[in-house]
T-cell receptor, first 113, second 110 residues
């Protein structure tokens, strides 16, 4: 089944403790992206990647890192999480053309206390 | 930059038609999408339309695109309680990232 898999689904952590949210897709998509969803703000892009070893900042990249060492994986790294990064995070992927839209993962609900 | 606007709430009775509206600012938008998000779930692509189209129909869903007014709409015929969700309009132009509206929460009253 074609899908984007994120882990974990839920995570509660403390301020300053480094964490990684994994994202993997099995559709051989070139394009991958991370979004965060917050009430009243909709979905905002954090980082995206057009292909292996190519990453670019989205609208809200501060406090996040990403890497794209392999085509299928696009982990989101929070080196020193803060409470304002408490949010619902989505990973998405698409073929290079993107005309048929993105496939989204099921989301990771992160709480930073 | 690009901006996509939607009304935040819509309430309809079961069996009626729902029309969710969206306006966008980028006249170069190439592809436009409607996504559905059910409670506790990710975003599911409902349908898409290319900028060279005016209308697309897929079972109960009808998408209308008015490029002159930069207006996109999604009509759901015979709305059911299972259609209750948040609906996001989104657009892409060239190599720019997918830009989402803030979403319209559709409530279906039985």
């Amino acid at each position: 089944e074609a899908q984007v898999t994120q882990n974990p689904r839920y995570l509660i952590t403390v301020t300053g403790k480094k964490l990684t949210v994994t994202c993997s897709q099995n559709m051989n998509h070139e394009y991958m992206s991370w979004y965060r969803q917050d009430p009243g703000l909709g979905l905002r892009q954090i980082y995206y990647s057009m292909n292996v070893e190519v990453t670019d900042k989205g609208d809200v990249p501060e406090g996040y890192k990403v890497s794209r060492k392999e085509k299928r994986n696009f982990p989101l790294i929070l080196e020193s999480p803060s409470p304002n990064q408490t949010s619902l995070y989505f990973c998405a992927s698409s073929d290079y053309d993107r005309r048929y839209g993105y496939t989204f993962g099921s989301g990771t609900r992160l709480t930073v206390v | 930059g690009e901006d996509v606007e939607q009304s935040l709430f819509l309430s309809v009775r079961e069996g009626d038609s729902s029309v969710i509206n969206c306006t966008y600012t980028d006249s170069s938008s190439t592809y436009l999408y409607w996504y559905k998000q059910e409670p506790g779930a990710g975003l599911q692509l409902l349908t898409y339309i290319f900028s060279n189209m005016d209308m697309k129909q897929d079972q109960r869903l009808t998408v209308l695109l008015n490029k002159k007014d930069k207006h996109l709409s999604l009509r759901i015929a015979d709305t059911q309680t299972g259609d209750s969700a948040i609906y996001f309009c989104a657009e892409i132009e060239g190599n720019t990232p997918l830009v989402f509206g803030k979403g319209t929460r559709l409530s279906v009253i039985a």
